[in-house]
């Protein structure tokens, strides 16, 4: 069945989820959907897909990188309307961890996996999709605007599809040593500086970067950001070649999920004009975590967060002291590195009546947190968008962010509190800001109003992705 476009990606909710990318997967086909908009998604079958995964469509297709031949299932499940594809291969998608194993360490044939996953999907597209666009997303699915361009370029059913390219964070790259392109099938030609070469390495990313007819980012800020070389991480010059087809397309949150006046996983319901039920849910949130009763007189602060470099944990660390001294609690959701994880359980440790923190996973907690808390801190260091502040917002609990990426272009004085500088001081001054107006009645009713009546729903972003795949085909 033809649709048209069809969207490629290493995670989507409620399939299976590490971060936002899973959130944008799961909600901006849906909105295009809803805008008239033909659309398909291929993702990886893994071990966790906890969602129903539909029915078995192919059977052993084969698909062959370097030699060797990886025979693929493919079902499809449908939601409100959308194909979702996943590819189904055993040997490489079933374990624990999505991109690493137990101990954190990168999968040594994640270009094997991925490449698979392109592949497959451009087999999907020959023999059944026909995409005018393929819609990639990230460094796992920036090979197939490589194959489409290099090996298969004269394939007569696709040479003429278009090719869009979203970076959701150009910190992870997919960068692997140079003996790896046999085994994805590429010919050593392709390790050259104008296509995969980054370093005396492959850079996956760079690759879709170079082949793709256009590429986004998820917010403006972060857009023009990634240009410089202090955001880039090595690849600001490739972009800057690319500048005239590089876009910013903000992400949206999916109000179905996040919502305070239907969230069935938080204590009470509550809306703009009636916010009894959030004091239900931060007491709720107090005794759940174990913080004392009377920490309800005290502002809270919320963290729901990947646990590693980007998020800006470092600057708490710098001012652990002062932050323990302050008259508030804090309550921490997340996993990741565990120089972090260490960081808050010290905390926690240091001040059992001020600070909880969960080291997990834990959607129904991450609904709880946004509910219950006063304030939500994410000083990130960069953030390509951000999509817990935005649900902040709609559950009336004042966003503290450093003013980066996507965090810069959802929060205003209105409705939160920024800071600029990547310092501990800096942070801490924000935050006390914040503390202070949460004493001041008045003037915290008008931020929370601010912030609920924000709109930043999925239809305004999709109607800029149609338009840009409108640009595509010219
Ligand atoms: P990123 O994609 O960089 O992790 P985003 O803010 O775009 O950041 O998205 C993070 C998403 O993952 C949010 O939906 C957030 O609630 C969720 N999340 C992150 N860590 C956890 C956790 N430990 N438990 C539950 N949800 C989490
Ligand atoms: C990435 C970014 C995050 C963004 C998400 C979805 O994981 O870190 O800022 O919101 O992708 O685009």
Redesign the pocket.
Known sequence: MPHHVLMVASEA?PFV????????LGALPLALHSLGEDVAVVLPRYRNADAATGERLWTGHPVWLGGVCYPVDIWRASRSGVPYYLVDCPPLYAREGLYTDAAGRDFPDNHIRFAVLCRAAIALARHLVRPRIFHCHDWQASLVAVYLRTLLAGDPTLMTSKILLTI??IGYQGLFEPAILPEIGLDATLFHINALEFYGRVNLLKGGIVFSDAINT?SKTYAAEIQTPEYGCGLDGVLRARAGRLYGIL?GADYTE?NPETDPFIAARYSASDLSGKRLCKRDLIALVGLPDDAIERPLVGI?????G??GFDLLEEVAAELLQMDLSLVA???GEPRYEQLFRDLAAACPSKVAV?I????V???KI?AGADIFL?P?RY???????M?SLRYGTVPVVRATG?LDDTIDESTGFKFKEYTGPALLRALREAVAAWHDPGRWHSLIQNGMRRDFSWLASAAEYQALYRTLEG
């Open positions: 909710a989820k590490t971060g936002g990318l899973a959130d944008v959701h964070n998820v992400n996040w729901v967060s990947r646990f590693v980007q998020k959701l997340g996993t969960r997990a996973y834990d959607n907690l991450a609904h946004e994410m990130s953030e390509p968008c951000g999509l817990n502040q649900y996507g």
